[in-house]
């Protein structure tokens, strides 16, 4: 099931924050660096980034999480992580189908560091198309997606 998470409510964020570091672990070991951004992240940072979160759970425990922020008729996501042990069982594309799914727009963005292989498979089995890379450290490239989906009525 997914449902939107009230990221404001302390216990909420503590948990989307519990499965960020594991996931994101999973990504520092493979891209070969642990200075990444949502590893230093807190409870209070989480609680205040202006995000909106949707979560995937399994009789009632969180396994995975996407949040957006949207603009106009972008979307862009802003984090997708999924618990470890769920990786490869299509947790991910769930999330990723459900915010398809629920909103209108006309443009779908992603980013991810270019050496996180498994995302990066993910982002072009779902038609993203890869627009442009930003090296941010000496060990960090972020390659940067976007897929065009559906049309807005005008």
Do not use: W
């Amino acid at each position: 099931m997914i449902k939107r998470i009230d990221i404001t409510d302390i216990e909420s964020a503590q948990e989307v924050l519990s499965i960020q570091i594991a996931a994101y672990k999973i990504e520092a070991e493979i891209i070969g660096s642990y200075d990444l951004p949502p590893l230093k992240e807190t409870v209070e940072t989480l609680r205040h980034c202006r995000e909106t979160f949707f979560g995937y759970y399994m009789k009632g425990r969180l396994y995975g999480v996407i949040s957006i922020h949207i603009d106009s008729d972008v979307i862009e996501v802003c984090r997708l992580v999924v618990h470890p042990i769920l990786f490869k069982k299509g947790v991910a594309q769930a999330l990723l189908n459900f915010i398809e799914g629920e909103n209108k727009f006309r443009k779908l963005k992603v980013s991810t560091a270019i050496k996180n292989t498994p995302a990066i498979n993910f982002y072009k089995k779902n038609r993203f198309q890869l627009v442009n890379q930003k090296r941010v450290s000496e060990q960090i490239t972020l390659a940067f997606f976007e897929k065009n989906t559906k049309e807005i009525d005008e």
